[in-house]
């Protein structure tokens, strides 16, 4: 039996947060190391020509204290990252920013650490408040490199804009990309949960239908038995006391064999006439002398040809099969004898169920099961063998009998 399993939901697997991102982090030590690096390098320049500047002991502190507040912050924002959809803490940025303008507007020679602000603004605030803060932010470093001694080179004043506007333009279109494969992979988790849900549903009918066939062929069968031999019983009782307790034995032990069937199908759903290693040839002799015995109806079995094995769902479902014909036979064909006739032709095992009842006309079947339980037995048949990959035909005609023939193909290794 195969039974899919239900595939884990994606909605239980939350995503893994930015901290444990490796390229986030990567990412974070990349910016934190080239701002730590063009503020010591702008310190440098500012003490090498700046040597006896009264501003000095502001300078050191102002980027002593960049120095610590941009890594801490970065530190904190990848320890701690947003929700999905949020943005990340303004304040750090904010306080790096504040410390830095005042640091630009004493010393002009930190003006170029603004290249790390610039993208950390990007991914700190919203676009509509980000591209204004860059803005700013690349004024201010125009005006620094204006205020540097010596005279202005027009290069000087072009760069920063000209960077500004590269790293804003690139980073908004990757922000639009990220988007689009963020809706690409929701979409794709909503497809993938609704397709794990549509499978569940699937296996579920198939599990139905399969069970209601079981049933069908199994125990329904065996019930539809007991009862015709316990109305027999009824009305033989008075006149024939031996007799009536004859069809109460044999009701007794189609019970019991219903009662073994069913602990059977519990467990594994395989027949019990295929227990203990017995071959389906065995099975289906086995349960043409039953079903003489039980309803008087003379079914005698053929084999022709040499056995082949057969897998066990092959061998079941002829089973089965067989089972539910001859219930049919029994109930509905007024038949005088049926055969059951299993043939290995090579490519394919066929099992014929032919008896000489009245007949019916095959074109107009019954088109659902019918308020009393009627008309599983073909259909069911029909969806046994399309598991197989086999056919089922029906050949009779009114007051000619039926023959059913159920054929399942052979691998070639069983040829």
Not at 107 to 113: E, L
Not at 186 to 209: H, I, K, P, S
Request: aromatic share 4%; hydrophobic share 45%; with cysteine.
């Amino acid at each position: 039996m195969h039974h899919p399993g239900p595939l884990p939901s994606p909605s239980a697997r939350p995503a893994p947060p930015a901290a444990l991102d490796p390229d986030a982090g990567r990412l974070a030590v990349l910016l934190d190391s080239a701002f730590l690096l063009l503020l010591a390098t702008s310190l440098s320049r500012y003490l090498t020509h700046h040597p006896d500047n009264p501003r000095i002991p502001w300078v050191l502190a102002l980027s002593t204290a960049l120095a610590v507040v941009q890594p801490v912050g970065s530190w904190l924002a990848h320890r701690r990252p947003p929700a999905p959809g949020q943005r990340r803490r303004p304040w750090p940025l904010a306080v790096v920013t504040v410390l830095w303008v005042v640091l630009v507007l004493l010393a002009p020679s930190f003006a170029w650490c603004a290249v790390p602000l610039v993208y950390t603004a990007l991914r700190t605030l919203p676009t509509p408040a980000a591209i204004p803060l860059v803005a700013a932010l690349t004024l201010l470093v125009v005006v620094g490199e204006a205020r540097l001694p010596g005279p202005v080179d027009a290069n000087l004043l072009l760069l920063p804009p000209a960077v500004a506007a590269l790293a804003t333009g690139v980073f908004l279109y990757m922000e639009r990309q990220a988007e689009r494969q963020r809706a690409l992979i929701a979409d794709l988790v909503r497809t993938r949960r609704e397709l794990a849900a549509t499978e569940r549903r699937e296996g579920t009918l198939a599990e139905r239908e399969r069970l209601a066939m079981e049933i069908h062929d199994t125990l329904a069968q065996g019930l539809s038995s007991q009862q015709m031999l316990l109305q027999a019983a009824d009305r033989t009782w008075d006149g024939d006391q031996a007799t009536a307790r004859g069809h109460v034995r044999t009701a007794a032990e189609v019970a019991a064999r219903n009662l073994a069937e069913a602990r059977r199908f519990v467990h594994d759903l395989a027949p019990a006439e295929l227990a203990d290693g017995r071959t389906l040839e065995q099975a289906l002799r086995s349960l043409a002398e039953r079903e003489s015995a039980e309803s008087g109806l003379p079914v005698r079995f053929h084999l022709d040809g040499a056995p082949v094995p057969l897998p066990a769902a092959a061998q079941s479902a002829l089973l089965r099969i067989a089972q539910g014909a001859l219930a049919n036979v029994r109930e509905h064909a007024g038949a005088s004898a049926a055969a059951l006739t299993l043939s290995f032709l090579g490519d394919q095992a066929v099992l014929d169920i032919a008896d000489d009842g009245r007949g019916f006309t095959p074109s107009t079947p019954p088109a659902a099961p019918s308020a009393a339980g009627r008309g599983h037995g073909l259909p069911a048949m029909r969806a046994r063998l399309r598991q197989l990959g086999g056919t089922l035909t029906v050949e009779s005609a009114p007051g000619e009998g039926t023959v059913v023939s159920a054929a399942v193909p052979l691998t070639p290794d069983r040829r």
